[in-house]
C-alpha cells in the first residue's frame, strides 16, 4: 500500500485544518480514504488502522513519504507487530509514490475540491462522502496499469492492460489473497450496489459540504470586514503608519 495524505488548507495553512489520507494498493488499484482533524501522527495512525481492519485482503507492504506523521515509532512498532514491511520514498522524489499520488487527484481533489475544511462537522461530511465513494471507486470504477514503457529517442510509447475494477483485480489475478469470508461479503456488496445512486448520494453531501463552506466564509468575512471597516482601527492604523509608507 502507498500512503499519502492531502491538505484541506484552502490556501491558508495557519491554524488547523483537515487532511485527508489516501491509501492506495499498487496490485489491484483498491483506494481508500479518510479525513482526519490535523496531521497529527496519532490521527493519522488511527485512520490508517481503520482501513487496515476493512480491506479484504492483508496488507503486506507501507509504503509513505517523509512526514513526521508516517516515520515515527508508533507507526514502525504496529508494522513490526502486524508483520508489515515498512518503507518510504526518496527525499524530493515525489513520483515514489506514483500510485497514491494519481488517488489524491482522481478522488480526493476531484471530489471535495480545494476549500477549506477546518472543523468536525466538515471532517464528518467528508467520511461520509469517502464511504459512498468506496465501493463507486473499487467495485465499478475500470482502471487500466501500465504494462511497459519504451523510449525511442524523444518518443515514449506506453501500453497498457484491459482495464479492470480494482475488485475484478482481486477476484481475477489476486484471489489467494482473498478472505473466503470477505468474498463472500464483496460479492453481496457488489449486487446490492446501485453505482446511479451512489453517485446521487455522493452529489448530495458535496452539495451539503459545499453549503457549510459558503455559511463559514460569509461569516468569516463578515467578522473581517466588521474589524477593517472600524473607524477607531482605522485611525489607529493611521497614527501608527510610518513615514513614506503609502495607504
Known amino acids: 500500500m502507498e500512503i499519502d495524505l492531502v491538505g484541506h488548507d484552502g490556501g491558508d495553512n495557519n491554524d488547523q485544518f483537515c487532511f485527508t489520507l489516501t491509501v492506495t494498493d499498487i496490485a489491484t488499484g483498491w483506494t481508500e480514504n479518510r479525513t482526519v482533524r490535523s496531521k497529527a501522527a496519532k490521527w ?6 481503520e482501513i487496515q481492519a476493512n480491506l479484504p485482503f492483508t496488507v503486506l507492504g507501507i ?7 508516517f516515520i515515527n515509532h508508533h507507526l514502525l512498532k504496529w508494522c513490526i507487530d502486524n508483520q508489515i514491511t515498512f518503507t518510504r520514498s526518496r527525499p524530493n522524489h515525489s513520483n515514489d509514490g506514483a500510485h497514491v499520488e494519481q488517488k489524491n487527484w482522481t478522488i480526493v481533489r476531484r471530489t471535495a475540491g480545494y476549500w477549506r475544511y477546518d472543523n468536525l462537522p466538515e471532517m464528518a461530511v467528508l467520511n461520509q462522502i469517502w464511504t459512498a ?29 484491459t482495464a479492470q475494477t480494482p475488485y475484478q483485480r482481486l477476484l481475477h489475478h489476486h484471489h489467494d489473497a482473498l478472505d473466503p469470508i470477505d468474498a463472500k461479503l464483496l460479492a453481496k456488496r457488489f449486487q446490492t450496489t446501485n453505482p446511479a445512486q451512489q453517485r446521487r448520494e455522493i452529489t448530495d453531501l458535496q452539495k451539503t459540504l459545499l453549503a457549510m463552506v459558503a455559511h463559514k466564509n460569509t461569516t468569516r468575512r463578515g467578522r473581517q470586514n466588521a474589524t477593517y471597516l472600524s473607524r477607531a482601527k482605522l485611525n489607529e492604523s493611521n497614527d501608527s503608519t510610518p513615514a513614506g509608507i503609502l495607504t
Not at 44 to 49: E, G, Q, Y
Open 44 to 49: 493519522v495512525f488511527a485512520a490508517l488502522v
Open 63 to 69: 509504503d509513505s513519504d517523509n512526514g513526521s506523521e
Open 133 to 161: 465513494m468506496s465501493p463507486l471507486s473499487n467495485l465499478f470504477s475500470p482502471q487500466q496499469k501500465l504494462i511497459s514503457k519504451v523510449r525511442t529517442g524523444a518518443k515514449v510509447t506506453k501500453k497498457y492492460d
